[in-house]
């Protein structure tokens, strides 16, 4: 009989004994396989804390006692035990998050998923859970290792530290990884814990010691343990940084032990101060395609064989990274002066081949964002282009640093923006919506936008030219878009790509958005209208052929894969009225809001950026006729609009309705 089947909460799990914990874990991790397999997903770091999820909510009262998990990528689990147990459309719209979500359940607390800033919530709650006169709750964050090299989780601990009248535990899951072997000095500390022989044999030399005197052995020995710290880490140097913190260290525990789990959360547990739990625990535990998988355990997949962890489906088509990859692979090879940075990404965001042939210019700090443009300055500073690759979403991150030590020093850096616009499964916090409307508030910035691999090799190249100001080049996840070529290619750069003649709309496709422009234009055509489909190429600055262009055209229509407000769309309303262009613009993009997960398609659909509902409204607008309902040829995409009805004593509007 199955026993996760009957769990429908975290107290369902008080009744079970030792050996049904167990056999419950061990149907946790069959279940995991089985449909993460079918739907793809973060794999290798659930199966690394099914024990410690299961004592966590043995030893704990979840939602009473919030629990906070850093980024949430391991809360799988937790989703489990708390009652959610159908994952067919697990990151599929409808279906479970991959990450915790308010709306999902009580229990899950905080959505974000960007690392380092458990502790900071953590400290929050259990201050206002004190003040508050609800001493009694206790708040639980797991933390990885990884987190750990973020500069937020050690401006948590100062403070956490500051304040010892609460209960809060904070659970450190090193397992010695986040997206890849964890990287610094915080890392070289916590593998000593990990292997330190005197410390271990001292450790388990007391442990059998007072195991001896049986019950109230074990009791005692759990009552001085970490009395004692103080002279095992004297003894072993391990935990003098928590201890110098004046925070109370426990460990480390075998993560995978369910006994020593629960007995060392329940002394934490009775405290009454913060404390911090190490926990050593093992990236997809227990699944040999996880453990032999040296380059990331598994972190994500996608659809996978369940027994082999090969990939159901093998494509040979080119990504937009590694067509980074390539580009910086050449540029590194004219130029000895480019360095690369990222935090701690460097597989995900394309470096991992320029760290092979050149390690000693390439610089991993850890999920420290602020950290790695402040230091790209200072590189700048000392001669070399350094070339920060992330993710758009965390480039929110260390926006002050992009503008007051890039920007304002004039440094010459360029930032390449993986998985910019819209990422589907993800939700929310990994769509890269905002860094188009936050960036180009930067002065002196450059933004380019490649369309295709050939755009995304001419613009990097240019970016690293620059030499006296910030550039940035993004990209979308996924293969990288057909090649568009240009009809003609403007003297400030600005390519056109698509004319008919006709002067009514101007199409402004902000990079691979370029591809749905066209088709736009070529729907329009076959309704009468005129159009012409530019590419800015460099869309911040607004070039000054989108204003020659713009002044010819009875309408502007700019298409973004970022949120409207503040957008390129925007910016490009603006600099024509400037110009004195009274041409109307409309801004297509994405709305200013949280965007669920759901793949690309469903959120463009959305957001009506498709070529019907453009094509649609651009008719309507250019027709003057409002459109109730608008039929569709199936192949040509010609669409049949009614006549419009004039006002009296007006003609109709034009001719060509």
Same mark, same amino acid.
């Given at each position: 009989?199955?026993?996760?089947?009957?769990?429908?909460?975290?107290?369902?799990?008080?009744?079970?004994?030792?050996?049904?914990?167990?056999?419950?874990? #061990?149907?946790?991790?069959?279940?995991?396989?089985?449909?993460?397999?079918?739907?793809?997903?973060?794999?290798?770091?659930?199966?690394?804390?099914?024990?410690?999820?299961?004592?966590?909510?043995?030893?704990?009262?979840?939602?009473?006692?919030?629990?906070?998990?850093?980024?949430?990528?391991?809360? &799988?689990?937790?989703?489990?035990?708390?009652?959610?147990?159908?994952?067919?459309?697990?990151?599929?719209?409808?279906?479970?998050?991959?990450?915790?979500?308010?709306?999902?359940?009580?229990?899950?607390?905080?959505?974000?998923?960007?690392?380092?800033?458990?502790?900071?919530?953590?400290?929050?709650?259990?201050?206002?859970?004190?003040?508050?006169?609800?001493?009694? =709750?206790?708040?639980?964050?797991?933390?990885?290792?990884? /987190?750990? +090299?973020?500069?937020?989780?050690?401006?948590?601990?100062?403070?956490?530290? %500051?304040?010892?009248?609460?209960?809060?535990? @904070?659970?450190?899951? %090193?397992?010695?990884?986040? &997206?890849?072997?964890?990287?610094?000095?915080?890392?070289?500390?916590?593998?000593?814990?990990?292997?330190?022989?005197?410390?271990?044999?001292?450790?388990?030399?007391?442990?059998?010691?007072?195991?001896?005197?049986?019950?109230?052995?074990?009791?005692?020995?759990?009552?001085?343990?970490?009395?004692?710290?103080?002279?095992?880490?004297?003894?072993? #140097? #391990?935990?003098?940084?928590?201890?110098?913190?004046?925070?109370?260290?426990?460990?480390?525990?075998?993560?995978?032990?369910?006994?020593?789990?629960?007995?060392?959360?329940?002394?934490?547990?009775? &405290?009454?101060?913060?404390?911090?739990?190490?926990?050593? +625990?093992?990236?997809?535990?227990?699944?040999?395609?996880?453990?032999?998988?040296? /380059?990331?355990?598994?972190?994500?997949?996608?659809? @996978?064989?369940?027994?082999?962890?090969?990939?159901?489906?093998?494509?040979?088509?080119?990504?937009?990274?590694?067509?980074?990859?390539?580009?910086?692979?050449?540029?590194?090879?004219? =130029?000895?002066?480019? *360095?690369?940075?990222?935090?701690?990404?460097?597989?995900?965001?394309?470096?991992?081949?320029?760290?092979?042939?050149?390690?000693?210019?390439?610089?991993?700090?850890?999920?420290?964002?602020?950290?790695?443009?402040?230091?790209?300055?200072?590189?700048?500073?000392?001669?070399?282009?350094?070339?920060?690759?992330? &993710?758009?979403?965390?480039?929110?991150?260390?926006?002050?640093?992009?503008?007051?030590?890039?920007?304002?020093?004039?440094?010459?850096?360029?930032?390449?923006? %993986?998985?910019?616009?819209?990422?589907?499964?993800?939700?929310?916090?990994?769509?890269?919506?905002?860094?188009?409307?936050?960036?180009?508030?930067?002065?002196?910035?450059?933004?380019?936008?490649?369309?295709?691999?050939?755009?995304?090799?001419?613009?990097?190249?240019?970016?690293?030219?620059?030499?006296?100001?910030?550039?940035?080049?993004?990209?979308?996840?996924?293969?990288?878009?057909?090649?568009?070529?240009?009809?003609?290619?403007?003297?400030?750069?600005?390519? *056109?790509?698509?004319?008919?003649?006709?002067?009514?709309?101007?199409?402004?496709?902000?990079?691979?958005?370029?591809?749905?422009?066209?088709?736009?234009?070529?729907?329009?055509?076959?309704?009468?209208?005129?159009?012409?489909?530019?590419?800015?190429?460099?869309?911040?600055?607004?070039?000054?052929?989108? *204003?020659?262009?713009?002044?010819?055209?009875?309408?502007? @229509?700019?298409?973004?894969?970022?949120?409207?407000?503040?957008?390129?769309?925007?910016?490009?309303?603006?600099?024509?009225?400037?110009?004195?262009?009274?041409?109307?613009?409309?801004?297509?993009?994405?709305?200013?809001?949280?965007?669920?997960?759901?793949?690309?398609?469903?959120?463009?659909?959305?957001?009506?950026?498709?070529?019907?509902?453009?094509?649609?409204?651009?008719?309507?607008?250019?027709?003057?006729?409002?459109?109730?309902?608008?039929?569709?040829?199936?192949?040509?995409?010609?669409?049949?609009?009614?006549?419009?009805?004039?006002?009296?004593?007006?003609?109709?509007?034009?001719?060509?309705?």
């Amino acid at each position: 009989m199955s026993l996760l089947e009957n769990i429908h909460g975290p107290r369902d799990l008080d009744g079970l004994s030792g050996p049904q914990l167990t056999q419950l874990a #061990n149907e946790i991790r069959a279940f995991l396989i089985e449909n993460v397999a079918r739907t793809g997903g973060h794999l290798g770091p659930n199966l690394g804390v099914v024990e410690l999820t299961i004592a966590l909510h043995r030893v704990f009262d979840s939602p009473n006692d919030p629990f906070v998990f850093d980024t949430g990528h391991q809360s &799988y689990v937790h989703k489990l035990l708390t009652g959610r147990q159908d994952f067919s459309q697990l990151r599929s719209r409808g279906g479970l998050a991959g990450y915790p979500q308010r709306s999902e359940s009580p229990h899950d607390v905080v959505e974000s998923s960007h690392a380092s800033s458990s502790l900071s919530w953590a400290d929050g709650i259990s201050r206002a859970l004190t003040r508050t006169g609800r001493k009694d =709750r206790h708040v639980v964050a797991v933390v990885g290792d990884g /987190a750990l +090299t973020g500069g937020m989780t050690w401006e948590a601990l100062n403070n956490i530290s %500051d304040d010892n009248d609460r209960n809060l535990v @904070i659970v450190v899951n %090193d397992n010695g990884r986040s &997206y890849a072997p964890t990287i610094g000095g915080m890392a070289r500390y916590l593998n000593r814990v990990r292997t330190t022989e005197g410390y271990e044999n001292l450790r388990r030399g007391s442990d059998s010691f007072f195991r001896r005197f049986g019950a109230p052995g074990r009791a005692l020995y759990r009552g001085v343990r970490g009395g004692t710290h103080g002279f095992l880490s004297r003894f072993a #140097n #391990n935990v003098a940084l928590y201890s110098n913190l004046d925070i109370k260290y426990l460990g480390p525990i075998d993560g995978h032990d369910l006994n020593a789990l629960q007995e060392t959360l329940t002394l934490a547990k009775s &405290y009454g101060a913060p404390v911090i739990v190490h926990v050593i +625990t093992e990236k997809g535990h227990e699944y040999e395609p996880a453990r032999n998988d040296e /380059a990331d355990q598994f972190h994500a997949v996608g659809k @996978i064989d369940p027994a082999t962890g090969l990939p159901l489906s093998s494509s040979d088509a080119t990504s937009w990274t590694d067509v980074f990859a390539q580009s910086l692979l050449a540029a590194g090879e004219r =130029r000895d002066d480019i *360095v690369a940075i990222t935090a701690a990404m460097l597989r995900p965001t394309g470096l991992q081949p320029f760290a092979q042939r050149y390690p000693d210019r390439v610089h991993d700090v850890g999920i420290a964002e602020q950290h790695a443009v402040a230091s790209a300055a200072g590189l700048a500073f000392g001669g070399l282009h350094p070339v920060v690759a992330i &993710y758009a979403t965390f480039m929110n991150r260390a926006f002050d640093q992009v503008l007051m030590d890039v920007a304002l020093h004039r440094a010459g850096v360029t930032f390449v923006l %993986d998985r910019a616009g819209v990422t589907g499964p993800d939700g929310p916090s990994h769509h890269g919506l905002w860094d188009l409307a936050m960036l180009q508030a930067v002065p002196g910035i450059r933004i380019a936008v490649p369309r295709d691999e050939t755009r995304l090799r001419e613009e990097f190249d240019e970016a690293v030219a620059v030499d006296d100001a910030p550039t940035v080049i993004r990209f979308p996840k996924g293969t990288v878009s057909p090649d568009l070529p240009a009809i003609e290619r403007r003297t400030d750069g600005v390519d *056109v790509l698509f004319r008919d003649g006709g002067e009514d709309v101007l199409l402004v496709g902000i990079g691979p958005m370029s591809h749905l422009a066209v088709e736009v234009a070529e729907r329009l055509r076959a309704q009468g209208i005129g159009a012409t489909v530019v590419d800015p190429r460099w869309a911040v600055p607004v070039q000054p052929s989108i *204003v020659e262009l713009a002044a010819t055209h009875r309408l502007v @229509i700019t298409i973004e894969d970022g949120i409207r407000v503040g957008g390129i769309g925007t910016r490009v309303r603006q600099v024509l009225r400037e110009a004195g262009v009274d041409t109307a613009v409309d801004e297509l993009g994405l709305p200013d809001e949280f965007i669920d997960h759901a793949t690309r398609e469903e959120i463009f659909a959305d957001a009506g950026l498709t070529a019907a509902k453009i094509t649609h409204d651009v008719v309507a607008q250019v027709l003057g006729t409002r459109i109730p309902v608008a039929r569709q040829h199936a192949d040509t995409g010609a669409i049949w609009l009614p006549e419009p009805s004039p006002e009296p004593s007006q003609p109709a509007h034009d001719e060509r309705s």
